[in-house]
């Protein structure tokens, strides 16, 4: 019979590893693309997971501890900078997006002149209402703290376990 522990943990484990395929599933089906973006994908997943794992284990070593708390610091890194570049909108699919519709509306701002008989205008004097079908900011939270919440509770599991370590260190 598992533990409580080991049921979550196991859990987190598998949520952690579907959210993984989704993400790097969609990253792979593009061609073009930014590979370090991916390595970071790669890291942003994969140490919360070595940090989870170490979470159910004894760390009686010295040199067990500080591995595990520069694992747990690069994850917080990573962890911090891919959910900056989530919400702000700052990963590479977000610039190649931005792009793709700042071409779009140029051409269409372009067509509809020439179908008036008029000159065409550049895409920001067009005239017209940008309405974006893009969530709001709070959403944008929400659904980054959704999808990544294996990986923030591994790292806040981490964060749990580290503390003392931490606290004798000091």
């Known amino acids: 019979m598992l533990t409580n522990i080991e ?6 484990f598998v949520l952690g590893a579907i959210t993984y395929r989704l993400v790097m599933g969609a990253l792979d089906k593009k061609e073009e693309g930014i590979h370090w973006y991916r390595g970071l994908m790669h890291a942003f997943f994969l140490l919360p997971a ?3 794992a170490g979470y159910f284990y004894p760390l009686p070593r010295t040199e067990w501890q500080y591995g595990y708390l520069g694992v747990l610091a690069a994850s917080l890194v990573v962890v911090m900078v891919m959910l900056v570049q989530e919400i702000t909108g700052d990963g ?3 610039a190649q997006r931005k792009a793709d519709k700042a071409k779009g509306e140029g051409e269409e701002a372009k067509e509809k002149e020439k179908e008036k008989g008029k000159k065409p205008q550049p895409a920001d004097a067009a005239g017209e209402d940008d309405e974006d079908d893009e969530p709001g900011w709070l959403m944008t939270v929400v659904g980054a703290l959704a999808l990544y ?8 599991l981490g964060c749990h376990k580290a503390w003392p370590i931490v606290q004798r260190l000091l």
């Open 92 to 94: 590479p699919e977000e």
């Open 50 to 52: 070595v940090v989870l």
């Open 7 to 12: 049921w979550w943990g196991g859990l987190i």
């Open 149 to 156: 919440s294996p990986v923030l509770v591994a790292c806040g």
